[in-house]
């Protein structure tokens, strides 16, 4: 019984939980979710709200998607970026993992407004295009140095383009539940791994950032205007946080809460327009 009640939806062909996913009022019209294939009730919450990001951004600026180029950093398997372009945007996605870049280049199914690259180190990518709009979805929390990250990738937008950043809150419940699970599994490995195994096992995953919002602020403001556009989730890491109706809950009460307390933000950055 508890076994089932901390496996989140694996046991379900994903096309039959996505139909259960659109009655819901919250996804309700939603039908391009489709396409992300996550099956994790927040995931689904962050792409939608990027999503309604975007489309506030081409109203705005009185732009059809098909204008729009969007760089999408740490595409990973390109559900984000698959997603976009079947709304019409035209987006690259770039990844440091050679693996996922192939599996998303597999995965377009032909679509061309859509493209992988894969960079080995995402602070020292450099792009000669320019962008409509940045998507950083959980990446900062991944590097050493994310201030350079910032300024290369903020130098690839156009004036009044649109910066949006996915992180996890660094002293959320979900950040403790996550330190405690990798704390638990290495302890494990330690059994049957040398500790230079589990170094390599782990190398990429850990966070080596840990933001407050204070942190965010001061580091995304600084380049350009700054705003925190939603809480995605008050506690995250755990399964059972994906089993319905746990899931819907935690994305309701999150944004009742102070915004210190939630484990994810999304923010928006504006960079600046020339001086005329």
Request: charge should be positive.
């Amino acid at each position: 019984m508890l076994c089932r009640l901390f496996s989140a939806n694996s046991n379900i062909d994903f096309d039959e939980w996505i139909e259960g996913v659109l009655g819901n009022n919250m996804f309700r019209g939603k039908s391009y979710l489709r396409f992300a294939r996550y099956k994790s009730y927040a995931r689904l919450w962050q792409v939608s709200t990027i999503v309604g990001a975007l489309e506030m951004y081409c109203k705005q600026h009185q732009k059809p998607p098909e204008s729009c180029h969007v760089l999408d950093v740490g595409a990973g398997l390109g559900n984000i970026t698959i997603t976009l372009s079947a709304l019409g945007f035209y987006v690259t996605g770039v990844d440091v993992d050679r693996e996922a870049t192939l599996q998303a280049n597999r995965r377009k199914n032909g679509q061309k407004k859509a493209e992988f690259v894969l960079s080995h180190d995402l602070k020292a990518f450099k792009q000669t295009e320019v962008f409509d709009a940045i998507i950083c979805s959980h990446v900062l929390e991944h590097l050493e140095d994310p201030e350079t990250f910032l300024r290369i990738a903020i130098r690839s937008l156009v004036p009044g383009g649109l910066f949006l950043v996915i992180v996890p809150n660094g002293f959320g419940l979900g950040e403790f539940f996550r330190e405690c699970i990798a704390f638990a599994r290495r302890m494990r490995l330690l059994c049957s791994y040398s500790s230079q195994k589990i170094s390599q096992e782990h190398h990429g995953s850990k966070h080596v950032q840990h933001f407050t919002m204070w942190r965010l602020n001061r580091l995304i403001g600084k380049h350009m205007n700054f705003k925190l556009l939603s809480r995605l989730s008050y506690v995250s890491g755990l399964p059972v946080v994906e089993r319905y109706p746990f899931s819907l809950l935690d994305l309701r009460i999150v944004e009742l809460l102070p915004r210190f307390v939630a484990d994810i933000w999304m923010v928006e950055g504006i960079k600046p327009p020339l001086s005329k």
